[in-house]
T-cell receptor, first 114, second 115 residues
Framework: KQEVTQIPAALSVPEGENLVLNCSFT??????LQWFRQDPGKGLTSLLL?????REQTSGRLNASLDKSSGRSTLYIAASQPGDSATYLC?????????????FGQGTRLTINP | GAGVSQSPSNKVTEKGKDVELRCDPI?????LYWYRQSLGQGLEFLIY????????KSGLPSDRFSAERTGGSVSTLTIQRTQQEDSAVYLC?????????????FGPGTRLTVT
């Protein structure tokens, strides 16, 4: 059974710092990995999707990497801003017969202090 | 364009009542998913629809839960005889099949409270 773990559960940093969020998964047989952000009381916003054949994806100040063989992904946020405060979730789509669901980690709650 | 929409945004119901939650996917998206987000459980998959294929119901927690998708678009999740443990945020997502990509886009969710 695929399990996804995110460390740390919570992180608080001053504005302007670069930071890394970690995600690990137990089964390397995945189609892709997706990073989301969730603001309090809101749904999920897709940030980046990395296909299993890719090593990284970039969008603005965000860079996500994927090492499928070791079951790890990182989300790098450059020059953090207070507006980046949210919960960040990673999710993988396992390669199972007929399965299209995402398996989520518990998330990292990020606070950027002005 | 318009994103995934869900209604109602909040629903309070008494234990034992039935509830219906609605999801309007992004126009043209062939796949639709329901997930549940509850404290201490994280996000759990419930059910998946793809075109006219039989739905993948493997995540439904009990036979009190059912879902349908009419005309390949709007979906309704029904919970019968609600229990307090059903209290959660129910999230809907849709995606367009592009090879193996299936990037999922989520709606704002329906917060269900069973009293």
């Amino acid at each position: 059974k695929q399990e996804v773990t995110q460390i740390p559960a919570a992180l608080s940093v001053p504005e302007g710092e670069n930071l890394v969020l970690n995600c690990s998964f137990t089964d390397s047989a995945i189609y892709n990995l997706q990073w989301f952000r969730q603001d309090p009381g809101k749904g999920l916003t897709s940030l980046l999707l990395i296909q299993s054949s890719q090593r990284e994806q970039t969008s603005g100040r965000l860079n996500a990497s994927l090492d499928k063989s070791s079951g790890r992904s990182t989300l790098y946020i450059a020059a953090s801003q207070p507006g980046d405060s949210a919960t960040y979730l990673c999710a993988v789509r396992p390669v199972l017969s007929g399965a299209q669901k995402l398996v989520f980690g518990q998330g990292t709650r990020l606070t950027i202090n002005p | 364009g318009a994103g995934v929409s869900q209604s109602p945004s909040n629903k309070v119901t008494e234990k034992g009542k039935d509830v219906e939650l609605r999801c309007d996917p992004i126009s043209g998206h062939t796949a639709l998913y329901w997930y549940r987000q509850s404290l201490g459980q994280g996000l759990e998959f419930l059910i998946y629809f793809q075109g006219n294929s039989a739905p993948d119901k493997s995540g439904l927690p009990s036979d009190r839960f059912s879902a349908e998708r009419t005309g390949g678009s709007v979906s309704t999740l029904t919970i019968q005889r609600t229990q307090q443990e059903d209290s959660a945020v129910y999230l809907c997502a849709s995606s367009l099949q592009q090879g193996t990509r299936y990037e999922q886009y989520f709606g704002p969710g329906t917060r269900l409270t069973v009293t």
